[in-house]
């Protein structure tokens, strides 16, 4: 079975510094991976994902994430965030074609961008 | 609709009662899920359609979970005999169809049980 562990809850970081949450995953065949950002009061929305080819993939708001197969990990990071990015972010996988379309989420990370 | 559109988005009911929870898919989206977000967690699948027929309904807790989408657009979520346990956020969200994998989730409608 696929599972998700963000390692962090929770995160505070001053504005213009870099941050990186954590992402960590299981799973017996191969996957998608995704970062969601959840504002508050609004729904999810899809930060970036991994469906092939670069392990280096970039998405809006100028998040990045890199996976590492070898270590099973699609951190999210972000070399200079503002007080926006103050958020909740969840990682989340999915099976590659052939197996359920279901997303497994981690409990995700608050991100605190503090000025 | 613009985006996925959930109704209501706030319910409080009674311990006990029977609910119904609305989404309304983005137009032309064949596939639809429902998750639940308990405080402090992450979204949990409960059931996957892919047109108007349940592909995956594993993540339905027990018998009183229920989800339907007759027409193969809008779905309504049933909960019977509700318990506190219950309260929870339920998300919607739906994509283009399968294999496709960008899910476009609504805002979700906050079950309070009582």
């Known amino acids: 079975a696929q599972s998700v562990t963000q390692l962090d809850s929770q995160v505070p970081v001053f504005e213009e510094a870099p941050v990186e949450l954590r992402c960590n995953y299981s799973?017996?065949?191969?996957?998608?991976l995704f970062w969601y950002v959840q504002y508050p009061n609004q729904g999810l929305q899809l930060l970036l994902k991994?469906?092939?080819?670069?392990?280096l993939v970039k998405g809006i708001n100028g998040f990045e994430a890199e996976f590492n197969k070898s270590q099973t990990s699609f951190h999210l990071r972000k070399p200079s965030v503002h007080i926006s990015d103050t958020a909740e972010y969840f990682c989340?996988?999915?099976?590659?074609?052939?197996?359920?379309?279901?997303?497994?989420f981690g409990k995700g990370t608050k991100l605190t961008v503090n000025p | 609709g613009a985006g996925v559109s959930q109704t209501p988005s706030n319910k409080v009911t009674e311990k006990g009662k029977y609910v119904e929870l609305r989404c309304d898919p983005i137009?032309?989206?064949?596939?639809l899920y429902w998750y639940r977000q308990s405080l402090g967690q992450g979204p949990e699948f409960l059931i996957y359609?892919?047109?108007?027929?349940?592909?995956?309904d594993s993540g339905l807790p027990n018998d009183r979970f229920f989800a339907v989408r007759p027409e193969g657009s809008v779905s309504t979520l049933k909960i019977q005999r509700t318990e506190r346990g219950d309260s929870a956020v339920y998300l919607c969200?739906?994509?283009?169809?399968?294999?496709?994998?960008?899910?476009?989730f609504g805002q979700g409608t906050r079950l309070t049980v009582v």
């Open positions: 969200a739906s994509s283009l169809g399968p294999r496709n994998t960008e899910a476009f």
């Open positions: 799973s017996s065949v191969s996957v998608y």
């Open positions: 991994y469906l092939s080819g670069s392990t």
């Open positions: 989340a996988v999915s099976d590659s074609p052939g197996g359920s379309e279901k997303l497994v």
């Open positions: 137009s032309g989206h064949t596939a």
């Open positions: 359609f892919q047109g108007t027929g349940a592909a995956d």
